[in-house]
């Protein structure tokens, strides 16, 4: 892992200077130090680019996020918002004179209305009060009205103060995808495209339909917007999202532009809107793969006529992820980010077709970028070694912008991380990382932790993402974090080899890298750990149901018996397209719960956390999974986070969870004391 990016992280150190003074090793409470910088907007004169600073307030024992702008030079930092509730997704106005802004502050129902600041100074004001709240924005190019995304009211809503003891209505279900992690209950409340107009302070809805509607974007004339939606019967059943434009006319009848049977711009894979041209003749979208292949297919660049017509892959022969396109300020060609082997580039492909170029590479991970009018481009990026921070993009480098995180940077002493390969049983390359305590001695044998990553289509990075491998490695282990097949970055072949097959290759591919490290003589083969979080829980009970080498494990949020899994969670369309149902393909059900109807099997002191609110793997696959331990009078635990959902938001539940983790491993691994190599 250091190949490649000790060049990057080098010039940075330059221009950051006192970072060499590192003094203390990571610990616990530095989960809550590091701030999360995103979203960055160049402002229409190119001097400015707002951005998102999101930290841990331990008093209020919440996450709170603020909006600041840099200056282009990188010399000024303003911190423009600092209300409790927080502020997100700023958006220039297109004279520059205003930002826009997303927040729930002064609202009793907690949702999020629409902010504007003027960028000269004063409060900010309130210029919205939908009953429930607003998603996302986009500004017309005349500055004169916004896009907005506005939510039906929440039917159960109680106002603060209201002492009535009247029972609550009944919840009614009758949609197919009836729950979602965060969201609750889906009944018959809709994401709705508004126009909103600044003279008259006024939101109206633009189109109507029973439909979900997402990821506003303006025509360059503004007379039309470009969203995304599944505009079809039963909607629930399908990711088969299309790209949609309208008359910026209330009433206006949507034109569907995609009729590719698969998703287009789904709104669940991030990233931007789609992007018009600079002359609104063409929009720049992402094309997902066979609805079959759901997650596991690869995304594609593609461009479709404003006017309609046969929409062109750009990427076609790409076998990697594309995200977030952008025309360039000529039209001429169409940057975006890539996703490769642990890395996330910026590249460009000429928007009438062509050769692929990569702008900005380097063992990083570049999570958003924002275009400016005059070509300007500032990213936001993360290492290794390097939290999240905003970089100006000058040729094929990167020039700090933002430095939020260097105070923090020079209290600690962060452990080195590597780049792995090794091979799996029938000859797959599998490529990862190891991070070794900062005073590792070569010829010592050391408590290793595998650590799995979730998804299971998604990888581990050179970012930033796993702090608490740091804190782990300062208590002495080593810690592996593996891409096995399923992950991304490494082609569609390679993610869709899993598919209705979990803990099969995976576990072999992360068994694999164990293997290879106890070879090396680093890891000590008596204290071996594993775990993980969400499908790393999944994961992780495969393998303690299948190796018996493991001293310990930590299982997050994961699932062992897909019987319990169907209907209690949001995946019912995936489960149906990946297994089936049950009653028609119960084989496909039982080979992928090993764990459970296995659980026998298992020796492995196991720890299994999950939050009582999580609808995305809910509570009861960890609690089946603890209580088939208890029962097997196996060492165990069942930790429940109240009123947490899938991610834990709240910083004393993260602490929790990482002292817990430290605790269980130090009690089954025997504590991180190096043992000498037999090897």
Not at 372 to 388: E, K, L, Y
Not at 421 to 444: C, E, L, N, W
Not at 453 to 465: I, M, N, T
Not at 607 to 612: P, Y
Request: hydrophobic letters at 35%; a negative charge; aromatic letters at 10%.
């Amino acid at each position: 892992m250091v190949r490649g990016i000790g060049l990057s992280i080098a010039a940075f150190m330059v221009a950051w200077p006192g970072l060499a003074r590192a003094q203390r090793p990571v610990g616990v409470g530095d989960l809550a130090r590091v701030r999360d910088v995103s979203d960055p907007q160049v402002s229409p004169d190119g001097g400015w680019v707002a951005y998102t600073v999101s930290a841990s307030d331990t008093a209020k024992d919440a996450d709170n996020t603020d909006i600041w702008m840099a200056s282009w030079d990188g010399a000024r930092q303003v911190q423009l918002t600092r209300s409790p509730a927080g502020e997100h997704a700023p958006r220039w106005s297109p004279d520059g004179r205003t930002l826009a802004f997303l927040s729930s502050r002064d609202d009793p129902r907690e949702v999020d209305q629409l902010w504007l600041l003027d960028r000269t100074g004063g409060e900010p004001e309130r210029v919205t009060d939908l009953p429930g709240g607003v998603s996302d924005l986009d500004w017309s190019p005349d500055g004169r009205r916004l896009a907005l995304i506005v939510s039906d009211p929440d039917p159960y809503f109680k106002a603060p103060g209201d002492t009535s003891t009247k029972a609550p209505p009944p919840i009614v279900i009758d949609r197919f995808q009836f729950k979602a992690d965060e969201t609750g209950w889906l009944g018959a409340q809709r994401d709705r495209l508004y126009l909103y107009d600044l003279a008259r302070r006024r939101a109206t809805p633009l189109v109507t339909g029973e439909y979900d509607e997402a990821a506003p974007s303006w025509s360059p004339d503004g007379r039309a917007i470009a969203f995304v939606s599944r505009r079809r019967p039963d909607f629930d059943r399908t990711d088969n999202y299309d790209l949609y434009v309208v008359d910026a006319t209330p009433g206006a009848e949507p034109r569907q532009l995609t009729t590719f049977e698969g998703a287009d711009m789904n709104p669940e894979w991030g990233g931007r809107a789609p992007a018009w041209s600079p002359d609104g003749s063409r929009i720049a979208y992402v094309q997902g793969g066979p609805l079959k292949l759901l997650y596991y297919a690869g995304q594609k660049l593609a461009v479709v006529p404003a006017a309609g017509g046969p929409p062109r892959v750009l990427t076609g022969t790409l076998d990697l992820n594309v995200m977030s396109p952008a025309f360039s300020t000529d039209g001429a060609s169409i940057l975006f980010l890539l996703e490769d082997d642990r890395v996330h580039h910026l590249a460009r492909v000429p928007s009438d077709g062509g050769a692929v170029e990569r702008l900005v590479e380097g063992r990083r991970a570049l999570t958003d970028f924002a275009l400016g009018r005059d070509g300007r481009i500032a990213v936001a990026w993360s290492g290794t070694t390097a939290p999240s921070e905003l970089a100006a993009v000058e040729g094929r480098e990167l020039r700090p912008l933002t430095r939020q995180n260097v105070a923090w940077l020079r209290e600690v002493k962060l452990a080195p991380t590597e780049e792995i390969a090794v091979r799996s049983r029938d000859g797959t390359a599998i490529h990862g990382f190891m991070i070794k305590p900062p005073a590792y001695q070569p010829g010592r044998r050391y408590p290793t932790i595998l650590r799995i990553h979730g998804g299971p289509v998604w990888q581990f990075f050179h970012d930033f993402a796993n702090l608490d491998w740091q804190v782990l490695a300062a208590r002495g282990y080593v810690v592996l974090g593996v891409n096995p097949r399923g992950s991304s970055g490494r082609g569609e072949e390679f993610s869709t080899a899993i598919f209705a097959k979990w803990g099969q290759k995976d576990a072999e591919d992360v068994l694999a890298a164990v293997d290879w490290a106890v070879e090396q003589g680093i890891a000590d083969p008596d204290r071996l750990g594993v775990g993980g979080w969400s499908y790393g829980g999944i994961l992780t009970n495969e393998i303690i149901a299948r190796d018996r080498r493991f001293k310990a494990a930590t299982s997050g949020a994961g699932i062992a018996n897909a019987f319990t899994g169907y209907g209690t969670d949001q995946y019912v369309k995936e489960y149906e397209a990946e297994l089936g149902t049950p009653w028609k393909n119960p084989k496909a059900y039982l080979e992928v719960s090993y764990p459970f109807l296995h659980a026998d099997r298992i020796v492995t002191p196991t720890l299994f956390l999950c939050g009582d609110q999580d609808w995305n793997v809910p509570l009861i696959n960890s609690e089946q999974m603890y209580q088939a331990l208890k029962s097997l009078g196996r060492e165990t635990q069942l930790i429940v986070y109240p009123g947490a959902s899938h991610s834990l938001y709240k910083p004393s539940h993260r602490r929790d969870r990482m002292e817990r983790y430290l605790g269980w491993y130090a009690k089954y691994l025997r504590g991180g004391e190096p043992r000498a190599s037999t090897r």
